[in-house]
């Protein structure tokens, strides 16, 4: 079995899928692995929380902040009790505590905020001396390994290929997109020093992603006239977690385990 397939736990998935579209369950998952590969001592910061489900899972009976900037999503993430106190509001503007932190986790937030370098400089200020960040962040190549693409590429269309990476990165507004290299020159530049850039997530689970891309598009819809992805969320463990589960390692252990898809950005403070 592919080392992939190891990426995705039945028991984080069961509690993800209920409340998620498949293609997003797969993706956090992923992370909650490897972000329990490293302390996250409280209090923590989860920038981007949205509705809580991520900290309720991954940080439990440890002090947490939230911030999010859609109102909606703060509201679901004042429900889900996973946090001390949520923030509605832009991290790039908000206030917040300084020196107060011990850890910052953006899981896949960053990328959305144009101006990046002040909302690192926000978050680099409200860690105390020492405090570390971890960044999930997209490879800029993330796309490249779409079945699609592939594809594309391998029929001599590669203008097209491109042209489709480039659009789905439109879709899911990724103001930032670079190698390692480059994501070490934005966190540092805001004054973070930077203690790694490490490669995580598969091109498996860009695959299983894209499997599930579109029929995960109904969640979207679903959360743009209800504020959740989903309905009846007892009824969708009961009836769709074990087959779908079933169906994302089978596609994950046919699939290429090396990390291809995100880097886990890691940084401090400067300080003892």
């Excluded at 290929?161 to 070490?184: E, I, M, N, P, S």
């Excluded at 498996?204 to 599930?212: K, N, P, Q």
Aim: hydrophobic share 45%; with cysteine.
């Amino acid at each position: 079995m592919a080392r992939s397939a190891g990426e995705l736990s039945r028991a984080d998935f069961d509690r993800y899928f209920p409340f998620t579209p498949t293609a997003l369950a797969i993706k956090e998952c992923a992370r909650l692995t490897v972000l329990r590969r490293h302390e996250c001592p409280g209090p923590i910061l989860d920038v981007g929380c949205g509705d809580g489900l991520f900290a309720n899972i991954a940080f439990q009976g440890a002090e947490v902040w939230g911030i999010d900037i859609n109102a909606a999503e703060g509201r679901w993430a004042v429900a889900s009790r996973a946090y001390s106190q949520v923030i509605i509001g832009d991290v790039t503007r908000a206030t917040l505590p300084h020196g107060f932190f011990s850890t910052c986790v953006a899981n896949c937030s960053l990328e959305h905020v144009p101006q990046i370098e002040l909302a690192l400089r926000t978050i680099g200020q409200s860690l105390k001396p020492g405090g570390k960040v971890y960044l999930f962040v997209p490879n800029r190549e993330w796309t490249r390994h779409f079945v699609s693409t592939r594809l594309l590429s391998r029929l001599g269309a590669k203008r097209a290929a491109a042209a489709l990476g480039r659009a789905v990165d439109r879709v899911f507004k990724h103001y930032h997109l670079y190698d390692a290299d480059g994501w070490r020159r934005v966190v540092s530049s805001a004054g973070l020093e930077v203690l790694a850039v490490d490669p995580v997530l598969s091109t498996a689970t860009t695959v299983a992603f894209e499997v599930f891309l579109l029929p995960s598009l109904a969640g979207w819809v679903n959360k743009q006239l209800t504020t959740r992805w989903t309905n009846f969320p007892r009824f969708r463990r009961a009836l769709f977690a074990a087959p779908a589960y079933a169906l994302v390692r089978a596609i994950l252990s046919a699939s290429d385990p090396a990390p291809t898809a995100e880097f886990l950005v890691i940084a401090r403070r400067a300080g003892e």
